[in-house]
């Protein structure tokens, strides 16, 4: 399944996009009473510490198969299990379109 199912290959390229996307999911998040600020502050400033200096910098899992599954368990590593706050209020939909630009 790993190799029908993974997209990484193709969607690493997008690694900033994605961060810049759940950076603004959060500031939502928070905006919307879902998350306290403290916690946001947390897990932004734990995003910009995933955005690495180079794309060589940035160790991409296969295993978890997309850019959003990779980029999440890098900010658990960062902030624990906040991370796992961004899928609240936010379908797999919401993260392709801004990704993607389509939003």
């Known amino acids: 399944m790993e190799e029908i199912s993974a997209s990484i290959e193709f969607?690493?390229?997008l690694y900033v996009q994605d961060i810049r996307a759940r950076r603004r999911n959060a500031r939502m998040l928070a905006e919307q009473?879902?998350?306290s600020e403290v916690r946001c502050g947390g897990i932004r400033r734990g995003l910009i510490r995933c955005k690495p200096r180079s794309r060589r910098t940035f160790t991409f899992s296969r295993a978890l198969r997309d850019i959003h599954m990779n980029v999440e368990a890098r900010l658990r590593e960062l902030?624990?299990?906040a991370a796992g706050?961004?899928?609240t209020a936010r379908s797999r939909n919401d993260q392709v379109g801004p990704t993607f630009g389509f939003m």
């Open 85 to 87: 706050r961004l899928h």
């Open 33 to 35: 009473g879902i998350i």
């Open 79 to 81: 902030v624990g299990e």
């Open 11 to 13: 969607d690493k390229r």
